[in-house]
Each structure stands twice: as structure tokens, then as C-alpha cells.
């Protein structure tokens, strides 16, 4: 049989990467911006006629090119970015395969104005489907212009592939938000059919985004800030009292180059968890820069998807900056404490000293006696204890308050706040009033809030202390949860627990944290290796951020306990003088209110 085998045509193979590289008018657009930002351009302007579909237009004052350079251009795989292939792994610049103007005027109809500042004169060129078409001298200002016309043009299919004008120019505008975000000083403008969309001059990365999002969002805007050998975080979160229900503004930059990843999303997500209520989102804009050998961003053709070399390490230092920052602009619990560079644990609680388990929690404390509530913030603590009476073992001789515990100023009640009278109905609900407003709110979530706020400020703060349990205790497991407990061995012990011995079958345990009422261990401990098991990311701090919440879980105040009048107080109280009110640590909302105006037009 004769050979069949052929090698395509240069038309024939453009038009099929081209398929790779435009995939709808925004790609294009992503490629021509990005071309003038790797030629040093200080001002870029974007037209766009009919969403892209007409005509695709990228004005740069950047450096030109000589006409030999225009010619080349769009060769494919003729790029001036890389060299050799080691090149690749010390990338500064955008683009480098070479394919993008190639693959495009394989598809559309495209013109080209460029003039380097040396140079009289100017080079035109004009090319469809591959074709070069006109190749001249020009007058025309320094830097390149080039226009896209009748994109698809030669493949029908494509075009009619198409969505709708308004979907294709929310991809443009999108597009145009990454690269402009990216890059703050540079001036930017869009316009659509001669409509100014946007008009961005050269300025701050928080300018920026007012410019693009209007200036309302100022106020919301917490900075971030954290620079470790491995990266550099900066940027900024939205405070989570602004969450949007929809996700909203979230970008990540890596070497200012926009990049989506579901995995670093998390952790920022991650980093808001019990400030937000489900299905609310922060927006984001969190700029990395990485050693660029530490990145591949080769993995896909449109180059959003990268993969980093130390991935799991970005993801705990991103979570443990955002967490840091939303503590320090008081927007979620406090976790001011000093900084590690030990990128496994950003914090330091990892190396606190631990305190010697010599302490007691009297057991047969009633957290809601009455007189226990004498002073207020004294024995704030009685409510970690818990409700039921403590079947216990502990020596109730052996008395000590571990700390002053007087200086907790959390839960100071504030003196402003009336509080007319509390109800409890259904054993579920708390109901009062809460200004000119009716008040129902759910004493376990309630109470979740209160404990998770305490405890996180006793652990990372005033260190939680142990309570040595009279004799060691046993408790089995199974070989797998014996393995997840050992790994977090060190999280746990920094917490106050103490073990004597992992074995095959079980663990002995010796003391557990002084706030943890002991008939709740085992639930406690249980919830944790859920909690892990669940998907917890390998690192110190957002573990034990889960080994809170289960605490918090097993500990607080159940569906269908009865509660006193002074104990439904406490709980309105306390959780008012929360830093997060709104919201339980697993994200749930903890009360509503209506106006009595609503209620009254009930009425009617
Ligand atoms: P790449 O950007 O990957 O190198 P392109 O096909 O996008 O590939 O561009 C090919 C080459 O054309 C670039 O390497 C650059 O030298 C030149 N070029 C493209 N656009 C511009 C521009 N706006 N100003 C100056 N040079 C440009
Ligand atoms: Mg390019």
C-alpha cells in the first residue's frame, strides 16, 4: 500500500492550535493584553465592537517591534520570551509558546501598526487565515496596535458556537478585570461599541480595585500581608460582615499572573470558616510571588491552572495570613500571637510551653447557680464545664483556678444592653428582645460561638492548662483512628491533653485540657477524628482550629435542655460581647430578629 502519512499544511496546523489557544473573543483579548504588559507598555487601551465578534483592538505604547520582528510574529513558536527550554523555569514574562498571534491570524482577519522608539517609521501588515495580505511602511506612534476582525471568520462552526453578545463581553470584561488587577500601574481602558466601560489610571493595587468596583467597596477591604521564604502574600480580603451570597470577586495572582485554583480558594475559604454563613462568600485578591522555578505554569494552554512545587505549604501560610489579618482588623477572634517562620505552623502555639497538668476543675461547679454568676467575668469558664453533673473522678480536694481568669475581658457584660426578659421554648430556642427588635435564637449554636471564642483565645493566647485525670484512662480504638490521633499527637498535647501510651487496640490518657468536662472526652475525641478525617489539611494550625470546633461541639449546651432564666441571660449576653455574632463555627446562623414593625404589619 502506498504511505498515507502527510504533514499538514502551516494554515491547516494553525487553525487546529488555534483552536487550543481561542477558544472566544476573551482569549484573544487575553493574549493582546498580555502581549503589550510583556512589552513594557505604560498605557493599554482595549476596543471592542459587537463583544469581540466584530472587532478586538489592543492599543500599546509599549516597545514596538523592528518589521523583521512584525513579520515573525506571527510564525508559530516564534516568540523573543524563552531561548531554551531552561528558560521556562525562570519565566518574567507572560507569554512565551509563541503560538498566540499565529493561531489567531489563523482564524480572523488581523492588522498590525508597530514602531519601535528608534525607529522613523513604522511597519504594517496585514494577514487572514495565515495569509499575508499587505506588508508596508507606516507612520504610526511608538509602541503596536493590533486589531482582530471576524474572528472565525474561516470556520463557521466556531462562530456560530458563539454565545451571546452579552455573555462573550462579561468573558471580556472579566478578562480585562485579571489583567488590569494584575497589573495597577499600568493605566487601562475598555471600551465597548466607543462606550467607555473603564478608564483605569496608573496607581495602588486598593485604587485599582475602586476602579473596578466602585468605591463602595473601600470600606470593606482588609489588607494581607506576610512574606516567608517561600512566598510573598499580599493583597486583600473582604471583611466577612460584606460576604456576598454569590462567590463574587475572588482572584489569585501568582507572579502577577491571574490563576484559578480550587485548592488555594479553600484555604481561604478555610481561613473565614465560623465568620460565615452557608452558601456567603468573601471576595478576594490575594497576590503570590513565588520563586518562578517553583511553578509550573505549563499545564494548560490558557494557563490559568498552575501547579506549585510546594503546594500544601501555600496553603497553610495563605490560610494562616488571612485568619491573622481578619483577627487583626478585629473582624474574627484573636489570634495575635507571635509570628513563626517554620512554614508547617506559621503561628508558634507549637511551641509554648505546656503547663504542667497539676490543675482541677472543681466538679461539682454549677455553671448556672445562681451565685456562680456573681461576678461576671470571673467565672465565665463555668459554662465550658458544661451542664449535666460531672460523673467523675477527679479530686474535688484538689481545688486551683488556673489562671486569673479575671482578665478574660471578652465576656464582660456590656451595661448598655437592655435586656428586657429571655424565654426559652421547645428546649431549642431562645426568645427576647434585642433593641426594637424580637429576638429568637438557638442556644446551641449560641453557645458553640461562646465556647469556640473562649477557647480559641485561651489556646493561642493564655495557653488552656491540663487537668490530670486520677487515674490514667483507656479508651479503644481502631487501628486507623490510633494512627489519625498519633499524627495530631503533638496538636492535642498543646491543648492540654496528655498520653501515656498509643497501642495497638487503644490510647492511655493521662490528663486532658482543663476546660474539657471529662465525661465529654470520648465524644470530643471522636468528633476530632471526624473532623481529620473529613479532609482537614495536614498542618498544626488548621487542625487544631478543627480540634476546637469539636470541642466546642461535644461541649455545648444540647437541643432540649432546660434553661434558667439567668442562664438564657448569660448566653444573650455572652454572645453578644462575641467578636462574630451571626454565626456558629460550623457556619450555621445562630438567631433572627424582626422589627415590630414587620410583626405589626402581620397584623393587618
Ligand atoms: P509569545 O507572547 O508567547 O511570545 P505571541 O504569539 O503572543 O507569542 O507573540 C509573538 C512575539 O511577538 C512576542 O514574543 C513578541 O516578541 C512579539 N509581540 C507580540 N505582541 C507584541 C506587542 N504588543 N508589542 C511588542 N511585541 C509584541
Ligand atoms: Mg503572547
Redesign the pocket.
Known amino acids: 500500500m502506498a504511505d498515507i502519512i502527510q504533514l499538514l499544511p502551516d494554515h491547516v496546523a494553525n487553525q487546529i492550535a488555534a483552536g487550543e489557544v481561542v477558544q472566544r473573543p476573551a482569549s484573544v483579548v487575553k493574549?493582546?493584553l498580555?502581549?503589550?504588559i510583556?512589552?513594557k507598555?505604560t498605557q493599554i487601551k482595549l476596543l471592542i465592537k459587537d463583544a469581540g465578534k466584530t472587532l478586538i483592538q489592543?492599543i500599546?505604547n509599549?516597545?514596538?517591534?523592528s518589521d523583521t520582528?512584525?513579520r515573525?510574529?506571527?510564525e508559530r513558536h516564534?516568540?523573543?520570551?524563552?531561548k531554551t527550554a531552561s528558560d521556562l523555569f525562570n519565566l518574567q514574562?507572560?507569554?512565551?509558546?509563541?503560538?498566540?498571534?499565529?493561531?489567531?491570524a489563523a482564524i480572523a482577519q488581523v492588522e498590525l501598526k508597530?514602531k519601535q522608539e528608534k525607529q522613523e517609521i513604522g511597519t504594517i501588515l496585514k494577514i487572514e487565515g495565515s495569509k499575508i495580505s499587505v506588508q508596508d511602511v507606516i507612520s504610526t506612534p511608538k509602541?503596536?496596535s493590533?486589531s482582530v476582525k471576524n474572528l472565525f471568520f474561516n470556520i463557521p462552526a466556531r462562530r456560530n458556537f458563539l454565545k451571546s453578545n452579552a455573555v462573550e463581553t462579561r468573558h471580556i470584561i472579566d478578562e480585562f478585570q485579571r489583567v488590569s488587577l494584575a497589573h495597577p500601574n499600568i493605566s487601562f481602558s475598555l471600551l465597548h461599541n466607543d462606550n467607555e466601560i473603564y478608564h483605569l489610571k496608573s496607581d495602588n493595587l486598593r485604587q485599582r480595585i475602586i476602579g473596578i468596583f466602585g468605591d463602595r467597596i473601600n470600606d470593606k477591604l482588609v489588607p494581607i500581608n506576610e512574606a516567608t521564604d517561600l512566598v510573598k502574600i499580599t493583597g486583600f480580603v473582604t471583611n466577612p460582615k460584606f460576604a456576598k451570597k454569590k462567590r463574587g470577586e475572588q482572584f489569585f495572582f501568582a507572579n502577577n499572573r491571574f490563576i484559578k485554583s480550587n485548592y488555594l480558594n479553600h484555604a481561604v475559604l478555610s481561613a473565614f470558616e465560623g465568620l460565615l454563613a452557608n452558601k456567603y462568600y468573601p471576595s478576594y485578591f490575594i497576590f503570590l510571588e513565588v520563586n518562578p522555578s517553583s511553578m509550573d505554569i505549563n499545564i494548560h494552554p490558557t494557563k490559568t491552572e498552575i501547579k506549585f512545587e510546594n503546594e500544601t505549604a501555600i496553603y497553610s501560610i495563605i490560610r494562616a495570613t488571612v485568619k491573622h489579618s481578619l483577627g487583626q482588623y478585629s473582624v474574627a477572634p484573636i489570634l495575635d500571637f507571635n509570628r513563626d517562620s517554620n512554614l508547617d505552623t506559621p503561628y508558634n502555639y507549637k511551641n509554648k510551653t505546656k503547663k504542667i497538668p497539676n490543675i482541677v476543675v472543681n466538679p461539682n461547679f454549677n455553671p448556672f447557680k445562681k451565685e456562680s454568676y456573681k461576678t461576671q467575668t470571673k467565672d465565665w469558664e463555668s459554662l465550658y464545664v458544661g451542664t449535666d453533673t460531672l460523673k467523675t473522678n477527679l479530686d474535688t480536694t484538689k481545688i486551683i483556678i488556673e489562671s486569673e481568669l479575671s482578665q478574660t475581658k471578652l465576656f464582660e457584660v456590656e451595661t448598655d444592653k437592655p435586656i428586657v426578659k429571655t424565654y426559652q421554648v421547645q428546649g431549642k430556642y431562645i426568645i427576647s428582645t434585642l433593641k426594637n427588635r424580637l429576638l429568637i435564637l438557638k442556644q446551641n449554636l449560641a453557645h458553640q460561638r461562646i465556647l469556640y471564642e473562649e477557647l480559641l483565645t485561651k489556646i493561642t493566647i493564655e495557653n488552656i492548662g491540663s487537668q490530670q485525670l486520677l487515674l490514667p484512662t483507656e479508651i479503644d480504638f481502631t487501628k486507623p483512628d490510633i494512627a489519625i490521633l498519633f499524627e495530631i499527637k503533638e496538636e492535642l498535647e498543646n491543648i492540654g491533653f496528655q498520653f501515656k501510651e498509643f497501642k495497638s487496640d487503644g490510647i492511655i490518657i493521662d490528663a486532658i485540657p482543663a476546660t474539657l468536662p471529662q465525661e465529654k472526652l470520648v465524644e470530643t475525641l471522636e468528633e476530632i477524628m471526624n473532623n481529620i478525617k473529613l479532609g482537614v489539611p495536614r498542618n498544626g494550625f488548621s487542625q487544631l482550629d478543627a480540634i476546637i470546633k469539636s470541642m466546642v461541639k461535644s461541649m455545648a449546651i444540647k437541643v432540649g435542655q432546660k434553661l434558667t432564666t439567668k442562664e438564657q441571660e448569660e448566653i444573650i449576653d455572652k454572645l453578644f460581647s462575641c467578636k462574630e455574632t451571626n454565626y456558629a463555627p460550623n457556619g450555621k446562623q445562630i438567631f433572627i430578629t424582626y422589627s415590630f414593625d414587620e410583626i405589626e404589619k402581620k397584623f393587618n
Do not use: H, P, Q, Y
Open positions: 493574549e493582546l498580555e502581549n503589550a510583556d512589552a507598555a489592543v500599546d509599549g516597545l514596538g517591534m520582528d512584525a515573525l510574529s506571527f516564534a516568540t523573543s520570551k524563552i514574562t507572560k507569554g512565551f509558546r509563541g503560538e498566540a498571534l499565529a493561531s489567531i508597530t509602541g503596536t493590533i
